[in-house]
Nanobody
Framework: QVQLAESGGGIVQAGDSLRLSCVAT????????IGWFRQAPGKEREFVAA???????TLYADSVKGRFTISRGNAKSAFLQMNSLIREDTAVYYC????????????????WGQGTQVTVSS
């Protein structure tokens, strides 16, 4: 059974950067298409970014365009580079496996990691 694990969260100041990592294990698939979501306290989980199998197609939420970049590590991993962080980026960040093609809908993702906390202080 596929498992996803996030890492790289932490506490930073507004304007700083963080890079999150997501690794998928336990699957015989040749590749895993990956999305990132986040959930802030008292709010619903929201889409952040997603990347297809070869990295040539990406999606971003409007709130992170120009600040966040999703990229592939290898066929079963991905990174989320987060620059110019703001307080509103504070949330638990989850990576998930997409059922291709990648979308912004959480219902189209079938396996989720446990999440990594990102806290941005001003």
């Amino acid at each position: 059974q596929v498992q996803l694990a996030e890492s790289g969260g932490g506490i930073v100041q507004a304007g700083d950067s963080l890079r999150l990592s997501c690794v998928a294990t336990g699957t015989t698939d040749h590749y895993v298409e990956i999305g990132w979501f986040r959930q802030a306290p008292g709010k619903e989980r929201e889409f952040v970014a997603a990347i297809n199998w070869n990295g040539q197609y990406t999606l971003y939420a409007d709130s992170v365009k120009g600040r966040f970049t999703i990229s592939r590590g290898n066929a079963k991993s991905a990174f989320l580079q987060m620059n110019s962080l703001i307080r509103e980026d504070t949330a638990v960040y989850y990576c998930a496996r997409a059922r291709p093609p990648i979308t912004q809908a959480s219902a189209d993702y079938d396996s989720w990691g446990q999440g990594t906390q990102v806290t941005v202080s001003s």
